[in-house]
């Protein structure tokens, strides 16, 4: 219609898109879903999670797989002595089958039983309170560590940002000094209020000698009064104010006139840092207390508002390293375009200076997170040229984003520099000592941080990440393969020192001289890496794991972590202000970094030995009932024949022997307390000892030695009855296994004592309870249960039984003392 405002023609930008699950809260949205394919970047950031096996479990599989091929060969080797007589092919499959005890079935049920404990006395340690087990098939792997990857923001630090300094070039002011600060401001708005009371037009102290003669030098309190206008202005923080009760029926305007009340607002922003600076402006007198999309207010120390109309803003991108905003002052209606931004982007916009280089080298030696803040102040015709050229800039359909960008630094240039300022992002609780710590305990840590590398450096000497004796050797930046081959040359011939590589670097050194980096690399007792992407974080953990074949371990705390913990062999998350994605998609979940060096030294150590001493427990029951079967049957002419009956099978490895066995769980070779105190104790368990080929074949031989001894010792004690050799055989065999557990337990826990004296009582119960029930007659206990009560309850009897036992049992007994004393394992050392 004609007489309809002009059309407005807008750009369609990031500003106009609904992310997913976006709330709309008022009014309507016309929408255009422009692509759902594989390049939407929610689906660029998904990997496919990988199913993550623990290196036990490998193992593990491997010894069992010697088991499998042991049962074939011993199948063979007694048809081969049988002489292949007869169906020799039948018999095969028989041993086959008698045999298949080696093979320990029931090894998968107890691990997983072992896994599902060990995660819930992790869930219920006190001591890591907030801990949640995410995973049932890894606790193990928290044993096995060697390296661990680490962000920075938010897991060694606490992402709580702190002001700590302000630098006007001539003079910096820090924690103890912004009380001058404060009554500087305070002067200034009260001269510029009196003068406003005296006069219509306002003018700002800084504004007098400007126009006439910019080389006059100003006032230290009107740079001050022009830096803290800046910080409070440009920015992209909105204060909330949480209506309370008596307010709530009031409409939003009411209530921000007459509620300014500074316990009743909160800042928004998408970055600590910004907050930071809104609170520190605050502190000092400038206060935010209301924005909109067109607007913004501060109020004065002296409880004015001042209002700013904002004209454009430039959002922060990890491209630019900078954000700008154009304000226009609503009383003098002046215009201005304030800037801040990272020194690296800002050092070429601002006017010449002699001192923002080595001041910002200073701050990040002191570990401040830096934002250089500038202005430049604009003519109304400067202002409304530049709009129509960006605006023009922002409708073109071709390379936009370029165009767009060219209007903008035209604007960038000779710009003001009024400030640079320094935050703080404090360490997290006990950081020090808990990186001590892993560092004692032989594993190497590796920091892969975004943030730049001056401040990389400086936390991890803070966090003592690298120790204050050791040297830093920081990688220049390389763009060629020339240049990374001299820079590695440079670093080969350092010894036990830091590496600090900076993310571009690390890419160039991988594209052409991978092995020779890794391998210098994983020497080095810390290693830092700074800018660095996620996907470039995960590429890290795969080199390790490809190079090295040792487990690797990733923590963070943020959707940038993600696919660095998908990662790694073992993946823990901490829940921060960075939301649950990094502690959602880890197998680990805590609540503060300290709690790492419990959750691997205590719980990772147990998790790892227990599983161990279970898995080859099971191994051995199923070896000695084996050995008997061989001995049975190489006795009695290569019979095909069971030596014991189906009931007794299933009960020996339930209900006769499952309680005490599946309590080596409780077990521990240290007491939490020297676990933590000794550190060192934790090296030993990455060179995988407790479960070896070399354990394993003891365990082996100790089964073939008792297996022998109770077979042949019945066979020699047996009387009148064949049924009696069994019935002594079998009583001495869970004998002999409730002793053996006992053998093995390094700390006694009175559940295991239940557990010994339950299994025992329900032998000597099914002994008696059988017989009653079943009687003569019924086939599959004939065997047994004709040996009646009469015999078993005989002195004959008990003394054979204990005979066959103590010679199965004393020697290891006595061997187990004898080692204990000439060669004592290192805990046991810490332990007498």
Not at 274 to 291: I, K, P
Not at 400 to 427: F, H, I, P
Not at 503 to 522: N, P, R
Request: hydrophobic share 40%; with cysteine; charged share 20%.
């Amino acid at each position: 219609q004609e007489d309809s405002d002009p059309a407005v023609h807008e750009s369609l930008s990031i500003e106009n898109t609904l992310w997913a699950s976006t709330v709309v809260a008022s009014g309507t949205v016309i929408g255009v879903v422009i692509y759902t394919g594989k390049e939407t970047r929610s689906v660029m950031n998904t990997s496919n999670p990988k199913n993550k096996v623990g290196l036990l479990d490998l193992e593990l599989n491997q010894l069992t797989k010697a088991l499998f091929l042991a049962l074939v060969a011993l199948s063979v080797v007694m048809v081969t002595l049988q002489g292949f007589v007869g169906p020799w092919y039948r018999n095969l499959f028989r041993f086959l089958l008698l045999f298949s005890y080696i093979i320990p079935i029931s090894l998968r049920v107890n691990l997983d039983m072992g896994k599902a404990a060990y995660g819930w006395m992790i869930m219920k340690d006190d001591n890591i309170p907030g801990t949640v087990v995410r995973t049932s098939t890894i606790p193990e792997e928290l044993g096995r560590l060697v390296y661990l990857l680490t962000d920075k923001t938010g897991t060694l630090t606490q992402n709580e940002m702190i002001f700590k300094r302000l630098h006007l070039g001539t003079v910096s002011y820090g924690t103890d000094t912004m009380d001058e600060i404060q009554s500087h401001i305070i002067n200034s708005y009260s001269q510029v209020h009196s003068q406003n009371s005296g006069n219509s037009t306002s003018s700002t102290p800084s504004r007098k000698p400007q126009s006439s003669a910019p080389k006059v030098r100003k006032s230290v309190s009107s740079r001050i009064h022009e830096a803290v206008k800046a910080i409070a202005l440009c920015h992209n923080v909105t204060p909330v104010y949480e209506s309370r009760a008596g307010v709530s029926g009031e409409t939003e305007y009411a209530e921000v006139d007459q509620d300014f009340s500074d316990e009743n607002r909160t800042y928004q922003a998408s970055s600590p840092d910004e907050v930071a600076l809104v609170q520190w402006t605050e502190s000092v007198g400038l206060t935010l207390v209301n924005r909109d999309l067109t607007s913004m207010q501060l109020k004065t120390p002296g409880g004015h508002i001042l209002t700013y109309y904002i004209l454009q803003i430039f959002p922060f991108t990890s491209e630019s390293k900078r954000m700008g905003i154009i304000v226009r002052d609503e009383s003098s209606g002046e215009i201005t375009f304030y800037m801040k931004g990272a020194d690296v982007a800002m050092s070429t916009i601002v006017q010449y200076n002699d001192w923002l280089e080595e001041e910002c080298g200073n701050m990040a030696r002191e570990g401040l997170r830096t934002l250089v803040v500038a202005k430049k102040s604009l003519t109304e015709e400067q202002y409304q040229d530049f709009e129509s050229r960006y605006n023009q800039a922002k409708l073109s359909i071709h390379d936009r984003n370029l165009k767009v960008a060219a209007v903008v630094e035209s604007l960038e240039r000779e710009m003001e520099l009024l400030c640079l300022t320094g935050v703080e992002d404090q360490l997290q609780a006990d950081v020090r000592p808990t990186l001590e710590m892993l560092r004692n305990a032989g594993i190497k840590i590796w920091m892969l941080t975004g943030d730049k590398l001056e401040t990389a450096t400086c936390i991890a000497k803070s966090s003592h990440l690298v120790s204050r004796t050791q040297d830093i050797h920081i990688f220049r930046p390389v763009t060629t393969r020339g240049e990374a081959h001299l820079e590695l040359n440079a670093f080969r011939r350092k010894h036990d020192c830091a590496l600090v590589i900076s993310g571009d670097s690390l890419e160039v050194c991988l594209k052409y001289y991978e092995h020779e980096f890794v391998e210098l690399a994983c020497q080095c007792p810390a290693v830092v890496c700074c800018r660095c992407s996620p996907t470039q974080k995960a590429h890290i953990v795969k080199l390790l794991q490809h190079h090295t074949g040792k487990r690797t371990c990733a923590i963070g705390d943020g959707g940038n972590d993600v696919s660095m913990i998908q990662a790694a062999d073992c993946g823990i998350g901490i829940e921060g202000k960075e939301g649950k994605q990094a502690s959602l998609a880890a197998d680990f979940s805590i609540t503060q970094f300290k709690h790492i060096g419990r959750l691997l030294m205590v719980h990772g150590r147990n998790s790892y030995k227990r599983s161990a001493a279970l898995g080859q427990f099971v191994m051995h029951r199923g070896l000695i009932i084996s050995t008997m079967q061989a001995v049975f049957s190489s006795v009695f002419y290569f019979a095909s024949v069971p030596l014991y009956q189906g009931f007794l099978m299933v009960g020996y490895a339930t209900i006769y022997t499952m309680f005490p066995v599946f309590s080596l769980v409780l077990d521990q070779d240290v007491k939490p307390e020297m676990a933590l105190l000794y550190p060192e104790l934790y090296k030993d368990l990455t060179k995988g000892r407790s479960l070896s080929f070399k354990t394993f074949l003891i365990w082996v031989l100790i089964s073939i030695y008792q297996g022998g001894i109770l077979m042949y010792g019945a066979l020699l004690l047996f009387e009148s009855e064949f049924v009696h050799v069994v019935a002594i055989s079998f009583t001495a065999l869970i004998l002999t296994e409730l002793l053996m557990v006992a053998l093995t337990i390094r700390t006694w826990h009175w559940l295991m004592v239940v557990a010994e004296f339950l299994s025992l009582g329900c032998y000597v119960a099914s002994l008696a309870f059988l017989n009653e029930y079943f009687g003569d007659s019924h086939y599959l206990f004939s065997l047994f249960v004709s040996a009646d009560v009469a015999f078993i309850t005989t002195v004959t009897f008990l003394w054979k039984v204990s005979a066959i036992t103590v010679v199965s049992c004393l020697p290891l007994y006595i061997l187990k003392y004898l080692k204990r004393k000439f060669s004592p394992p290192s805990y046991s050392k810490l332990t007498s």
